[in-house]
């Protein structure tokens, strides 16, 4: 018998995000593709990572993470999000957010359960869910505002749906969920008794005075909520993958030995590192990365419309959706492909976050870059001429 891959590599592919900065790379062109975040993290938190390697604090934590993380991740949870946790049972530190929501669909999906993904979606939640066997339903959001067809929510759900994927601040929309759309969630979910899968990276990413909300802290959510969150994009350290998963202390342990199995723990001293952040750093940190970041917002969304590129201006995360259906190309890698050996600029093809094609006239663009870059990628992209 030849030797061949197994069955389950045809569950994941390369995701279109890292392809396009290969790209990228190839042209030495600027990546807006890939929420790389490149901007410095805090000094505190460098400092205190450094420290806990130099004192040798380089060994194992415990299988869900080090204690004084999950105490900080507990009492940032109630001052932002008014969320009682106990950070003894109920909370799960693993490698980055993306593990958190792999080991929790390993622990509470069984081969052919179904989850709803909402339209236009991050690749990596379509992955996790098939790489642990459940099966994906697709209900699109629209935009300008990205709204979402409660109806078609309901049509969406059968007896072997078992959860549903919300993703607020979104990556790509930015849409930043509503407290109706939140409530009207939490209704369908109880009444058909589901899970919730809450992926809250960018929860400091919401702008014009919006306000983001946990799931969990709704009534009768807290025990079919699972939270997912992590600290990349807050203090800009994507490399170190420290994230996490809160939920009831009945999915808690299960979620922890799949991240046990998976990754041992996330790493011993950039936990630390992780940790006297959130002790030190003080709540004026928080609201500034919102207003920091809108700025940047505006500017890129600003040089798009110059660029005839019609930006549907985000609500939150860091992620621009452009309609390029001005740039040629039969697709949207096509037409992202020209965006970049033009002006040397990368982008996302829209196709990457639906599982039909919709996306051929959108591109994602991201705008977590220091401003001198920005600022030279908006000048680029404000040159388009085809």
Known sequence: MALKLSDRHAWVIQSEIRNMSIECDKVNGINLSQGICDTMPPVVVRNAAKEAIDIGFNTYTRYDGLED???EIAKKQKQFSKMEVDPEKEIVVSAGSTGALFCACFALLNPGDEVILFEPYYGYHLSTVIATQGVPVYVKTNPPDWSINFDELKKAITKRTKGIIINS???PSGKVFKDWELEKVAE?????????F???IYEH???DSRQHISLATLPGMKERTITVSGFSKTFSITGWRVGYAICDERWAKAIGYFNDLFYVCAPAPLQMGVAN?????KEEYYRNLSKIYQKKRDKLCKSLQKAGLFPHIPEGAY??????SKIPGNTSKERAMNILYKVGVACVPGEAF????SGEYLARFCFAKDDDILDEACRRIESIKF
């Open 169 to 171: 601040p979104a990556n």
């Open 198 to 200: 809450t992926d809250e």
């Open 69 to 71: 993380l999950r105490i």
């Open 205 to 207: 990413f919401v702008y």
């Open 277 to 281: 952040g959130l002790l030190e750093i």
């Open 354 to 357: 639906y599982h039909d094609g």
């Open 319 to 324: 992620y621009v959706l452009a309609d390029i």
């Open 188 to 196: 369908i979910a109880i009444d058909q008794d589901l899970f919730v």
